[in-house]
């Protein structure tokens, strides 16, 4: 597989008209070459695959990046500038959203004869279809992420705060298995419902409240991320009609989903129930976006992408509806896209929890 990722890249190669790729961003490192470590740079040449770290890292290298030829430096900036004067490159294309500016001018300074081709997009989409084992390991990070969050269900009561709640679900995912939480959860309740990205606080649930909580579990590297809304004590008559609206929103959406649709198209069905519903201006961010190594990858679902579903695509299907000082509520699962549809993988129930 490792094989197959670089070939694609040796695409990119092609397409940019340059003599190498020039990785910097640790997950697209991990991606096509195998290495795992927090330090490092990758050069990729039509004929050679060369892993750069400092001597931290130079077993694991050796071990995890089968593919490439590993070489030490002292300094990174050293380490690339002598390997690119090596193998003699005149144009290299690297991963623009990954190399800082001040780090991009020493190559220039260090490496004046030498023209430093921006890539981003084109790169990203390496990682957007999945393969089978890609697949297995989101799968089993959304499975204990929902199991995790079905231990917690009992604990969601008036008087618990916010971040004791956030707190409790890592503790169980991290009991169950799980390496990190995939991302800094959100839980809000109440009013603080209308932050789609708010941070847990020591509000205290009260009852008639409905409370967002946004969570997921990395393994193996890879993540997950899964939204459940859930009331605490029976929710009143806009509550649950917000709900209602914003589940309809999300299962149009998912029993849509097949390859070769628009991500804009997805992005529009669940946009415009909510719209007809009459809260559309209450639904501000995207439908959804990739997930894998990172929790916000490609495909991007929203009404600016000028993407197609491809088989073996896992994303996020996640609407919302945010009302300023009364609440909100958002309904997120993950799905993968297969041949006759979708398969949802994150696991936790999406029907209205009272709990």
């Known amino acids: 597989m490792t094989q197959a990722r670089q070939d694609a890249a040796l695409a990119l190669i092609e397409l940019f008209e340059v003599d190498a790729l020039l990785l910097l961003g640790l997950v ?11 330090d490092g740079a990758l050069l990729i040449l039509p004929q050679d695959r060369h892993l750069l770290c400092d001597s931290r890292y130079t077993l694991q290298a050796s071990d995890e990046a089968e593919l490439c030829t590993v070489a030490e430096y002292k300094s990174k900036s050293e380490g690339i500038t002598l390997l690119l004067k090596k193998v003699g490159c005149k144009r290299v294309a690297f991963d623009a959203e990954k190399v800082t500016v001040s780090f991009l001018n020493i190559l220039k300074t260090a490496l004046p004869d030498v023209d430093f081709i921006p890539v981003a997009d084109e790169l990203d989409q390496l990682r957007a279809v999945k393969s089978l084992d890609e697949i297995k390991s989101i799968s089993a990070a959304a499975n204990l992420s929902s199991t995790a969050f079905n231990e917690l269900l009992p604990l969601i009561k008036p008087g618990v705060s916010e971040r004791s709640i956030a707190l409790e679900l890592e503790f169980i995912m991290k009991r169950s298995g799980a390496e990190e939480k995939a991302f800094d959860f959100i839980v809000a309740s109440g009013y603080r419902g209308a932050l789609p990205h708010a941070r847990p606080t020591e509000k205290l649930l009260e009852a ?11 393994l193996d590297g890879y993540n997950s991320d899964e939204t459940v809304t859930v009331s605490v004590g029976e929710p009143d008559k806009k509550l649950y009609d917000i ?78 509806i945010y009302i300023p000082d009364f609440g909100g509520v958002r309904i997120e699962d993950l799905v993968q896209v297969t041949e006759e549809g979708c398969i949802i993988l994150s696991k936790a129930s999406k029907e209205l929890n009272v709990c």
């Open 208 to 218: 008639g409240e409905m409370v967002t909580i946004d969570f997921g579990a990395r």
């Open 243 to 320: 709900y209602r609206i914003v589940k309809e929103a999300h299962d149009l959406a998912i029993s849509a989903i097949r390859p070769g649709i628009e991500c804009s198209s997805l992005d529009e069905i669940a946009r415009s129930h909510i719209n007809n519903c009459g809260y559309g201006d209450f639904f501000g961010h995207g439908l959804g976006h990739g997930v894998g190594l990172e929790v916000h990858e490609k495909p991007v679902i929203s009404p600016r992408s000028r993407q197609r579903t491809q088989v073996g695509m896992v994303f996020t299907v996640e609407p919302g």
């Open 28 to 38: 697209n490192i991990r991606y096509l070459s195998g290495f795992k470590g927090s």
